[in-house]
């Protein structure tokens, strides 16, 4: 990564790996199995919480995983799991791609974990977007303008995806011509400071 690419993230408030308090390592998202992931992640330690809960939601007869299964479609609950970080269980009907909006997050770090069906994510680099709106500070979330370039994962029951700062994505989409009913938790975690 250049100086002016380092500059750049410095700039929208994200630090390096190689940095103090650094998170990712330059590389975009990653996406797999929980196992997988922790592997993969630069302080897999920062994710303690998320995932002792997403493995909660994977074993079959658990607190979590019954009350996903009843979330209505089209309904989210919020779930508080401490150290500052979230769950949204939520329950939806998969989406075609140009119903999708491409979104990214300053404060949160996703960890999108599908529990039952399967759906396509998209991820792209926040740089390579142009901005459509932001709602922050007041809500993390930025929205940015259709972008036909991302890179698509697809991510089945016991798989996530974990999209930091940098990484713009598009997610709920459906795989076909038919929707798919999907059941999925976000896990926000918190920026490091």
Do not use: C, N
């Not at 491409?102 to 998209?122: C, F, K, N, P």
């Not at 991820?123 to 929205?143: C, H, N, Q, S, Y």
């Not at 698509?152 to 709920?172: I, M, T, W």
């Amino acid at each position: 990564m250049g100086y002016r690419q380092r500059k750049a993230r410095r700039a929208r408030g994200l630090a390096l790996a190689s940095e103090p308090g650094g998170v990712w390592s330059g590389r975009m998202a990653i996406f797999g199995t929980l196992d997988t992931l922790r592997m993969q992640l630069v302080r897999p330690e920062h994710f303690a919480v998320a995932f002792a809960y997403a493995a909660e939601v994977l074993r079959p007869g658990s607190a979590a995983q019954a009350r996903i299964e009843k979330i209505a479609a089209g309904t989210t609950g919020r779930v508080e799991l401490g150290g500052g970080a979230f769950a949204l269980e939520q329950a939806y009907w998969t989406k075609p791609r140009s119903e999708g909006r491409w979104e990214s997050h300053r404060t949160y770090i996703d960890v999108q974990l599908v529990m039952a069906g399967e759906e396509l994510m998209e991820v792209a680099d926040t740089a390579r977007l142009t901005l459509a709106e932001d709602l922050t500070p007041g809500k993390d979330l930025i929205f940015y303008q259709p972008f036909g370039a991302g890179s698509v994962l697809r991510v089945r029951a016991g798989e996530a995806a974990v999209f930091f700062p940098a990484d713009a994505h598009l997610p709920s989409l459906r795989l076909g011509a038919e929707p798919a009913l999907v059941r999925k938790t976000v896990v926000k975690v918190p920026v490091f400071a």
